[in-house]
């Protein structure tokens, strides 16, 4: 095998497995993301399938070497299709003694731990916060738990790096090339994807090709050492996946939202206005937007969230489509706007990439449990089409579907993100533009009929915008009177005018499709899912049906208006289980309206399901022994009841 | 800014009036400004379909639905955020953002001030009575200290603040004042409309059910005589104000003063008005009655560039460097791999 830069490797013997999962943990200044990155992209160029999990501290630099400021980036890649980033790290690179304590636990039994032996300092240990005079190297039940690797990557780069001429501090930031270079050769990886990205990024981006240069070397010094020292008895294989053909690229959730949206405007012939205000994990669409100002694209970053809202109404009240995105808290400020946009009918979107909360919450942390406010979180009765992508590369049609609803309905359309979508990434297959379907506007109709609150059979109102003569009209927050828009205070209008509200929106039902649940069609058990932890819940059906036992799965994209088959579909199967990112707000929805006893699993600890855990709550429900519980949570490896959680 | 369209047909005052009633107490100083606005977008040759009203919360902010012209009645405290984002989404509209003091000074203070720093091209008239009409009586952030009303019934302790303070600090690119009933108002209003940006003209208005006459001293009632407590700005004049036109204001170590012209005072020793001096508009908005005639009409004006054309202009650009952008190529950009059938 050849690295594919000219470093000839002599054959160690390769064990061929089907997926691998790999954690890169260090401190928050080791450059973890970056190498975690490089790692992912050289995988999907090689043809796995991937599936990431970016994990870091809400902290830009919370202080050095301890375990609060620990950034990690866990890595799944395999030759059969993977959906999820993978429960039980298979291999763990530490790059601190703090590294190494917040990761240890989710290693597998037996599993590869690599750890920067350099660092393994008096000083480090005690702020990873060990007992004193304790080395976790020198723990016997840790060596025979894993396959503890000791490598002082800190000194080999140093030594690697020592001629170039570089300070010590720039030489010292290269020791993520060198760890990523160990890996890649561990994994036969070749190394021609990262050398372009740094060329790239240190010399032509930043003009420091000498910076360039050394990082190139670290990387190579970790390859050969993984080559030279005889330190790896084995080498793993994971060969190409077998996906359906087309051309693929790497996607993270907010990359391929923002494509969305750009596509929708291309679509609709529309200029995409999008108003934000940055807020951690949705900034990443603002600066996504903010680089293609070819496309039309307007970007303004507002003084709040609430001015954020109001300038997107203000831009589609003129004619564009006006985006707002956000996270939870900033949904809240946004509220009052998007009542007026209710009641004015005004297309509009609002991204919420839902993070921790309540509040500030978690703010570098994935949940899902903004559906509530999406759904009814203003004032009134103010309702606003609900979708919800169910993976990174789902973003895509989801900003697409998203402007079509806004602006063929005139309604807001909230789009349920989480940071897990947000910040993962999966190979995604690049759909063909020709395919796109145009987005039909609604038109104004004739300027002397013109009633800026007559409705069409879809219950929607006409878009008439400043700028066309004839049309001139006066909308606002007050009450309109049925199709003149008048300000009206007549009670039996009110009524009408929140009942016609509504309408509009169930009308939106007829052009969703209809759900359709996966695995057996006679199964025991359904197990329902919206937002980010689709793709677990897919592998977990998926490894119960290869168990023998009958399943189903399906995914709610459309959670207002829901599929018009759902009553149906969720009344099919006996039993009904809905994992969620929250404390169970799907749950008391479809609880409510279809009157089923679904079931809840419940998680809220910043992170996604792992597999297990929603196979767990699989066998539960089919062998009998779940009880009486509305709802369990996961803790340590069993599912107990919320209630007595204590510490 | 105002329409660069050729008008097709030359629209009169009652052409800008929508067939609305309007619902303003019978007496309240909305109603001058009302008229005044609509012999305004008459004077400019200003087309309906290009004029935009955007509004708060409050009794000023129904002015919109009064208007013959596309209009939006918004949230509270929230006009210049949507009326910012009405020029990002086309530039070519004449926007006129109506605000009150509770409504622009208070909960929309923020995007008050980001609109006049970003210069976004509007037209803001902020109708100041210095009380809560709408809400029954409640004092304002203008209130004087010591103002009695149903939520401060031993007095407001808060201090007032100065909108023409706010918006020169705020880097507005025009500051202007005037009064409901005063002739100057139809010029000032003009004059903003036709400056390119933002504009702000606070307009002293009468709340004559909860503050009746709170600006009896500017308007000539109870006994004042109006030209003795207002001091008319004109560019390029010294600044000379009173009935008998014998009054001025000098600027000594500084500081400015009121003095009488004769005995020893000439006009040459006066302050003249100069529109572009940026020091001098935070002083002339500090000029307060009773010890100061306040200044009325123009205090500042500044060409800067407008936020919505360089928001195009960057659009602009960038579509000049790369022509040949399409979605394929957005969708295909970075690495590819391609699986083969």
Same mark, same amino acid.
């Given at each position: ?647 | ?159 007032? !603040?100065?909108?023409?303070?706010? $918006?020169? &600090?705020? +880097?507005?690119?025009?500051? *202007?004042?005037?009064? /409901? ?128 054309? !360089?928001?195009?202009?960057?659009? $602009?650009? &960038?579509? +000049?460097?790369?022509?040949? *952008?399409?979605?394929? /190529? ?12």
């Amino acid at each position: 095998m050849s690295s594919g830069d000219g470093v000839s490797v002599a054959q160690k013997p390769a064990k061929r497995l089907t997926s691998a999962v790999i954690r890169f943990a260090g401190d928050s200044g080791d450059g973890m993301q970056m190498a975690g990155t490089q790692f992912t992209d050289t995988s999907a160029l090689f043809g796995n399938d991937v599936a990431t999990l970016p994990d870091f501290p809400a902290e830009i630099r919370a202080p050095a070497g301890t375990v609060a400021g620990v950034s990690g980036f866990q890595i799944n890649f395999a030759s059969e299709d993977i959906h999820t980033p993978g429960d039980r790290v298979n291999a763990l690179i530490a790059m601190n003694p703090a590294a190494l304590k917040a990761h240890i636990v989710d290693v597998e039994p037996g599993g590869l731990v690599i750890v920067n032996e350099t660092e393994f300092t008096k000083v480090n240990l005690k702020k990873a916060k060990y007992a004193e005079g304790y080395n976790p190297l020198d723990d016997e039940v840790l060596n025979s738990s894993y396959q503890l690797l000791r490598v002082p990557i800190s000194r080999l780069n140093s030594e690697a790096l020592a001629e170039t001429g570089l300070g010590a501090k720039d030489a010292g930031r290269c020791r993520n090339m060198y760890a990523l270079g160990i890996v890649y050769w561990l994994y036969g990886r070749p190394l021609e994807t990262t050398v372009t990205f740094i060329e790239n990024y240190f010399t032509k981006k930043k003009k420091r090709p000498e910076v360039a240069e050394a990082n190139i070397k670290a990387l190579k010094a970790g390859y050969y050492f993984g080559e030279t020292a005889e330190i790896f008895s084995t080498r793993y294989a994971i060969d190409k996946a077998e996906i359906a053909p087309g051309v693929y690229r790497k996607v993270t959730g907010n990359d391929a939202l923002a494509m969305g949206l750009i596509a929708a405007s291309e679509l609709s012939g529309k200029d995409l206005v999008y108003c934000s205000y940055p807020i951690t994990p949705a900034s990443t669409i603002l600066h996504a937007l903010s680089a293609q100002k070819q496309f039309g694209v307007k970007t303004f970053q507002a003084e709040d969230e609430i001015a954020a809202c109001c300038a997107a109404i203000g831009a589609s009240y003129a004619g564009q489509i006006g985006v707002t995105g956000t996270s939870g808290p900033g949904l809240a400020l946004k509220g009052e706007a998007m009542g007026l946009a209710v009641i004015t009918e005004l297309p509009l979107i609002v991204v919420n990439v839902q993070r921790g909360g309540p509040s500030t919450g978690l703010p570098t942390k994935t949940e899902q449990a903004d559906l509530l406010q999406a759904m009814y979180g203003r004032n009134s009765d103010s309702p606003v089409v609900v979708l919800a992508p169910s993976s990174p590369g789902d973003c895509f049609e989801i900003g697409i579907e998203a402007a079509r609803i806004a602006m063929q309905h005139m309604t807001p359309v909230v789009i349920l993100t989480d940071g897990y979508l947000a910040n993962g990434a999966e190979p995604w297959a690049i759909p063909d533009v020709e395919k796109l379907e145009p987005i039909e506007l609604p038109e104004a109709g004739d300027a002397s009929s013109f009633e800026p609150y007559a409705r069409d059979e879809k219950g929607v109102r006409p878009w008439a915008s400043p700028g066309m003569a004839g049309f001139e009209h006066r909308i606002g927050g007050l009450e309109k009177e049925h199709v003149t828009g008048n300000v009206s205070y007549d009670p039996e209008n009110h009524q009408l005018m929140t009942l016609l509200r509504q309408q509009k929106i169930d009308k939106v039902a007829e052009q969703v499709p209809a759900i359709e649940p996966y695995g057996d069609a006679d199964a025991e058990l359904l197990v329902l899912g919206w937002g980010g932890p689709c793709g677990s819940i897919y592998t977990a059906v998926e490894r119960a049906r290869e168990r023998g036992l009958k399943v189903a799965g399906a995914h709610l994209r459309y959670l207002n208006p829901m599929p018009m088959n759902l009553g149906e579909v969720l009344k099919r199967f006996p039993r009904v289980l809905i994992p969620e990112i929250n404390m169970g707000q799907l749950r008391s929805m479809l609880r409510a309206k279809f009157l089923v006893d679904a079931r809840g699993l419940n998680k809220v600890q910043g992170r996604p399901f792992l597999v297990e855990e929603i196979s767990m709550a699989i066998d539960r429900m089919l062998d009998g022994t779940w009880g009486d519980a509305e709802a369990l949570m996961p803790r340590n490896g069993e599912l107990v009841l919320p209630r007595p959680w204590t510490n | 800014m105002i329409s660069q369209n050729t008008p097709l047909a030359v629209l009169k005052p009652k052409d800008f009036a929508s067939d609305q009633d309007v619902r303003w107490c019978p007496g309240c100083g909305d109603y001058a400004i009302l008229k005044q606005t609509q012999k305004v977008l008459a004077n400019l040759g200003s087309r309906r379909e290009n004029t935009v009203f955007v509004a708060g919360i409050g009794c000023s902010s129904r002015f919109p639905y009064y208007m013959g012209t596309y209009g939006f009645h918004t949230i509270h405290g929230r006009g210049a955020a949507v009326a910012t984002g009405v020029k990002i989404a086309n530039p070519e509209l004449d926007v006129w953002l109506v605000t009150g003091d509770g409504d622009g000074l208070s909960i929309g203070g923020n995007h008050l001030m980001h609109a006049l720093r970003r210069n976004v091209g509007l037209n803001i008239m902020l109708f100041n009575n210095r009380i809560y009409g709408l809400t029954k009586g409640q004092y304002s952030p203008t209130s004087e200290q010591g103002k009695k009303t149903p939520s401060t019934p031993m007095g407001s302790i808060d201090p007032p !603040l100065s909108p023409l303070s706010i $918006a020169v &600090a705020a +880097e507005a690119s025009f500051v *202007a004042r005037s009064v /409901d009933v005063d002739k100057s108002l139809t010029d000032v209003l003009e004059t903003a409309a036709k400056h390119p940006g933002t504009s702000l003209v606070e307009i002293y208005q009468d709340c004559n059910v909860f503050n009746h006459e709170a600006f009896a001293y500017a308007t000539g009632r109870r006994g004042f005589e109006k030209e003795d407590h207002v001091l008319r700005l004109e560019a390029g004049q010294p600044m000379i104000f009173g009935k008998d036109r014998d009054k001025g204001i000098r600027l000594t170590d500084l500081k400015p003063e009121v003095v009488q012209l004769g005995d020893g005072v000439s006009e040459a020793d006066l302050l003249v008005h100069d529109p572009s001096d940026h020091c001098l508009a935070f002083l002339l908005s500090r000029l307060r009655h009773p010890e100061f005639p306040e200044p009325v009409g123009v205090i500042y004006a500044a060409e800067k560039p407008r936020y919505e054309e !360089l928001v195009a202009g960057q659009v $602009a650009e &960038a579509r +000049e460097r790369r022509p040949d *952008a399409n979605l394929r /190529d957005l969708l295909h950009a970075g690495e590819t791999f391609t699986v083969e059938a």
